[in-house]
């Protein structure tokens, strides 16, 4: 990943985790708690694409394991967010611009729903069993809800974000000057080699001149004789 993709990723993940964890967690809604680290990840997959997709979700994941008020077993969301943002990233679109919001609400509920699928399957697998008492069904719907009202606010404006940071106009200015540079150097060589070549041409020209010349005075003075 390059280093402007690593700050931004490093800054919206920070960010996310932060407002997630001191004012959504604290909202106190029915069922699940809105992701905002959840649609942070697919808004740069979507971009990125599936390999930077799982780095930025495995990046963000293990920060919420490590970050408190963390209860399970660090590693634990970091496996289901790599996931998820490899699979998110494949859906990013060829040219890099979103036809319509269809796609991406699709992928955020999808995103929902196989995260917590995830996270209680990897918490099965640990023994934790949280998931059953709080109910499946009403995490999964609850989930999903929350995180498809809050997408249109978060998605877009992260996806923009993520594009304007891959154009760098810095990087842009070095790159012409660099073409530049190497074009102006291809012209002067290849207007050496068009002059020498020139010159050339004339010598041989001359060359061939006084070559015709001395035949002609031959064929004169044979004539003569």
Excluded at 46 to 60: D, E, K, P, S, T
Excluded at 62 to 67: F, K, R, T
Excluded at 122 to 137: C, F, I, N, S, Y
Excluded at 190 to 212: F, H, P, V, W
Aim: charged share 15%; net charge positive; hydrophobic share 50%.
């Amino acid at each position: 990943m390059r280093v402007n993709r690593i700050l931004l990723s490093s800054a919206l993940i920070v960010v996310a985790l932060v407002i997630q964890v001191s004012v959504l967690a604290r909202l106190h809604l029915p069922g699940a708690v809105p992701d905002l680290l959840l649609l942070t990840v697919l808004g740069l997959a979507l971009v990125y694409g599936h390999v930077g997709g799982a780095l930025v979700g495995f990046a963000a994941g293990l920060l919420a394991d490590l970050a408190p008020p963390a209860d399970h077993a660090a590693g634990r969301y970091a496996l289901v967010l790599c996931v998820i943002g490899y699979l998110a990233g494949l859906a990013k679109p060829e040219n890099g611009r979103l036809k319509s919001a269809t796609g991406p609400m699709v992928v955020v509920v999808a995103a929902a729903i196989g995260t917590t699928l995830l996270y209680a399957g990897v918490g099965a697998l640990v023994g934790d069993t949280a998931a059953r008492h709080v109910g499946l069904p009403s995490l999964l719907f609850t989930a999903a809800l929350y995180d498809l009202l809050l997408a249109p606010f978060v998605v877009p404006g992260i996806m923009a974000l993520a594009r304007r940071a891959e154009n760098d106009p810095l990087a842009e200015t070095n790159s012409a000057a660099k073409s530049a540079d190497i074009s102006s150097g291809w012209l002067s060589s290849g207007t050496g080699l068009k002059i020498g070549g020139q010159r050339g041409g004339l010598g041989s020209l001359k060359t061939k001149a006084r070559t015709r010349t001395a035949r002609v005075g031959r064929i004169k003075g044979v004539k003569r004789l």
